[in-house]
């Protein structure tokens, strides 16, 4: 079972609105419990597969005028990322979305607006494979206070690396890995809190590097945690973030940019 929720994407760019209704079912995950102190189109999800070493353009498909390095500010389209969608009730990925969502790409902002419960969604940037990576965003949380916002790394057939930050100051590492019947294995590497996360309406900068068996996260300018992962020692892969929701809907978070460079 998906440990983000327990303890405590999609990049759609266009410039329209997505907006579908999906399955009437109850889905979401386990709240994260909180510190004590015009138009629309609709996507069709495709199972995600990745590998290669050191980074460099995958020989299968053609992305023209991709980069390696740089920093996507939601300004033009493109059509570099791949949208997944998990139905956190199973922790499994599904053929379309997850209740009522909006996903759109406005102002110089990419905005997700997940009404249903239980959405948790991935962006996959899939030009490039990655070692040893940085990677930053800038978020605004602007619905329920009960949510994640997640940085990967290294997402291969292998699985990859995750670091979920709540919005009431809490977050984990985790390693996450794709099963043959499509459901996502999510494993314990690290949690704690920090006072550095701007809780409830706010935003924040977050930031991971990847480098070596040594996993970063920053949070507003600050290193939050730094660790030795010796276990699942992932090579390389994409970069990717999520937004999810649990059980408290809307769950409204705003991407201001996201940066991919060298740590």
Do not use: H
């Not at 985790?174 to 099963?179: F, H, I, R």
């Amino acid at each position: 079972m998906k440990f983000k929720p327990q303890n405590p994407f999609m990049f759609l760019f266009t410039v329209i609105t997505m907006v579908s209704l999906a399955c009437s079912v109850d889905l979401y995950g386990t709240a994260t419990p909180a510190p004590s102190s015009a138009q629309s189109t609709q996507t069709t999800v495709i199972p995600e597969s990745v590998v290669e070493t050191t980074p460099t353009i995958l020989p299968e498909q053609t992305f023209p005028g991709a980069q390696q390095f740089y920093t996507e500010e939601f300004d033009a389209n493109t059509d570099y990322w791949k949208y997944i969608a998990i139905n956190g009730a199973r922790s499994q990925i599904v053929d379309g979305i997850v209740g009522l969502m909006s996903i759109r790409q406005v102002g110089g902002l990419l905005s997700f607006d997940l009404q249903g419960k239980g959405a948790w969604i991935y962006a996959i940037y899939q030009p490039f494979t990655y070692n040893n990576v940085r990677l930053d965003v800038k978020v605004a949380n602007r619905g329920s206070n009960n949510n994640n916002v997640s940085l990967i790394c290294r997402k291969s057939d292998a699985g990859w690396y995750e670091f979920d930050i709540a919005n009431n100051g809490l977050y984990e590492i985790l390693y996450a890995k794709v099963q043959p019947d499509q459901t996502v294995s999510y494993s314990y590497i690290a949690d704690g809190g920090s006072a550095k996360i701007s809780s409830g309406m706010a935003e924040n900068e977050y930031g991971i590097v990847c480098q070596g068996n040594s996993l970063s996260l920053y949070v507003n300018g600050n290193e939050v945690r730094t660790l030795d992962e010796n276990k699942y020692l992932l090579p390389e892969g994409n970069i990717g973030v999520s937004v999810s929701s649990f059980r408290d809907v809307p769950v409204i978070v705003d991407f201001f940019w996201v940066k991919i460079s060298q740590p």
